[in-house]
């Protein structure tokens, strides 16, 4: 999703003015409403902009890690018009990882065998750069990470023989019950906070919605 691109009709922050400012962080927030509650462990976003002028990613940045401690920012690339954003609650995340089913699949994959964190969260980073550099293939494990049920990361990537079913935010494979629940989740999650953001005037106070 191109968030600066959704608001602005393409036409680059250059073009935006003060009100747009407060409705660019308005609508980042609420594309990433259902990360900051923790419903969802973590997002990946594309944020696209003009000449390379990042000023208003930078407020709305600073804006984000100001609000919400457990909320995180890792910028993939430094891409002259466009960057790769990584958010992620780390509670959630943490909790999303440490997982013994997971855990044995990524290991699989080149994880350590000792679960940490950090160097579970830098190795896709690494992964996510490399490919971004045209130096490695797509990390596609990252569903995990997204919150995605594992079995229909395994189904995408050819770990398992369940057949595919339909199409949530995802490839859905085998069963859908537990997809359909998960991504039910997500909008739920997604429409309470949009809700609550819009019943807060000052942007400055959005911090008192959750």
Request: charged share 30%.
């Amino acid at each position: 999703m191109r968030i600066l691109d959704e608001i602005t009709g393409g036409e680059g922050i250059n073009k935006l003015n003060k009100n747009l400012e407060t409705d660019f962080i308005r609508y980042t927030l609420k594309s990433i409403g259902a990360t900051i509650l923790g419903a969802k462990p973590a997002e990946l976003k594309n944020i696209k902009v003009d000449k390379g002028n990042y000023e208003l990613w930078d407020k709305c940045k600073n804006e984000i890690l100001c609000y919400y401690e457990q909320i995180k920012i890792i910028e993939l690339n430094q891409g002259f018009t466009r960057r790769k954003i990584l958010f992620y609650h780390q509670a959630a995340l943490d909790k999303q990882l440490d997982n013994l089913k997971a855990l044995n699949f990524l290991r699989k994959l080149g994880y350590p065998e000792e679960y940490k964190f950090k160097l579970y969260l830098d190795l896709l980073v690494t992964k996510l750069k490399k490919h971004d550099l045209g130096a490695g293939v797509f990390p596609h494990e990252i569903g995990i990470f997204l919150g995605y049920p594992l079995k229909d990361v395994l189904g995408f990537m050819g770990y398992s023989d369940l057949e595919y079913t339909c199409r949530e935010e995802w490839k859905v494979y085998g069963d859908k019950t537990i997809s359909s629940l998960q991504k039910n989740r997500f909008d739920l999650a997604r429409a309470y906070f949009s809700k609550k953001l819009d019943q807060v005037q000052n942007i400055k106070k959005v911090y008192t919605i959750i």
